[in-house]
């Protein structure tokens, strides 16, 4: 402002203030003073007409006599005052004053402090909604790595409930064994088929923990289903029990390998346990519409715990343990379904369902 009031001014005798007194800067802020500052030329000052900040002339004399004696521009900020005092010379260099402008830090101090609380207060509300971000993607993050951890516990609570009898019995056996050589002959048998079952037993969990992580990828494949029944009721041993099998031609998609584990596991669930005390197991299967049913003649499986049964060990009667949880998983790795009920005849019914294929 200070250079643009320069030239607007001449100097020859006295200060010539025509063409400033008619400009607009004469009337507006920041406002300011032209006065001698001490200069070998006395001369009338002059001030605009506009007063934008309470500034005492004794100040502005004293900063315009600072800036002719060291022949420099001053500027700064005094109070809440902002000034700036530049010599003013004449055609040939010589110094005959100051321009003093003044301009009030007031306005512009509150429009900072304004600016300021708004970013203040933006960076505070950015760190609530990042920190509720955080909150709810940790969460989301966390939940997938608890819910395994939780499948880890419900496995190895489920692989101690089912090794503890089979572990027993093996100890059992091993011991008698000791106690009594000469019954070896009888007792290595048994231990075998009983080291099998463990064996059985701990595959059947490693299928379901896989099944239950989602790691165990499917190789989905047009099955005639009537014949992998058959496979499977003539694979599976039958010791003296008798199995009868019904089937119609239905082809699904699906997994051969994991459909046929759980067949299987229904065919020796109904076997092992589908039967009354002392009498050989009678097992009746029929194949049709995508769908396998398995019905034996046992005490039948209680209604208000088949459910839990197909999670847990906590079925009773006829089929329910290890092998029905692994079916079920299988099951609705296809999007089909398990389902168990009682004949009224007695005995227990499950019905594995896999959605038929298309033509």
Do not use: Y
Not at 22 to 39: T, V, Y
Not at 215 to 232: H, M, N, P, S
Not at 243 to 248: F, H, K
Not at 334 to 351: C, D, P, T, W
């Amino acid at each position: 402002m200070t250079a643009v009031a320069s030239r607007l001014i001449d100097f020859r005798e006295s200060l010539v203030t025509a063409d400033l007194v008619r400009d607009p800067i004469n009337r507006e802020c920041p406002q300011f003073a032209i006065l001698p500052g001490g200069a070998p030329r006395e001369f009338l000052g002059h001030t605009s007409d506009r007063s934008c900040a309470p500034v005492d002339i004794g100040v502005l004399s004293g900063l315009a006599t600072e800036a002719v004696g060291k022949n420099a521009t001053l500027q700064g900020d005094k109070d809440d005052l902002r000034v700036r005092a530049e010599p003013l010379r004449t055609d040939d260099g010589a110094v005959v004053g100051a321009i003093v402008a003044v301009a009030d830090l007031g306005p512009e101090r509150s429009r900072h402090q304004a600016v300021l609380w708004t970013v203040v207060a933006g960076c505070l509300v950015l760190a609530v909604a990042l920190g509720i971000a955080g909150h709810v993607l940790s969460g989301r993050a966390i939940r997938p790595a608890a819910a395994a951890l939780e499948q880890q516990e419900v496995l190895l609570a489920e692989t101690a409930h089912d090794l503890r009898t089979p572990v027993a019995a093996l100890r059992a056996l091993a011991e008698s064994a000791l106690r009594h050589p000469d019954q070896h002959a009888e007792l290595l048998p048994r231990t075998v088929r009983l080291a099998g079952r463990m064996g059985g037993i701990i595959d059947g969990l490693l299928v379901r923990a896989r099944l239950a992580a989602g790691v165990e990828q499917l190789t989905i494949k047009r099955v005639w289903l009537d014949q992998l029944v058959a496979g499977v009721v003539e694979e599976t041993p039958k010791h003296g029990a008798r199995v009868t099998l019904t089937a119609a031609p239905t082809a699904v998609d699906v997994d051969r390998t994991l459909v046929h584990r759980a067949v299987g596991n229904l065919l020796t669930n109904a076997l092992r346990h589908g039967h009354q005390p002392g009498v050989e197991a009678i097992v009746h299967i029929t194949v049709a519409d995508g769908r396998v049913t398995v019905a034996d003649h046992g005490p039948g499986i209680d209604a208000a715990l088949a459910e839990e049964a197909f999670d847990r060990f906590t079925g009773s009667g006829a089929s329910s343990g290890l092998g029905l949880s692994i079916v079920r998983w299988v099951a609705l790795a296809h999007g089909g379904s398990l389902r168990v009920f009682n004949a009224e005849e007695g005995g227990a019914i499950f019905e594995l369902t896999f959605p038929v294929s298309g033509p």
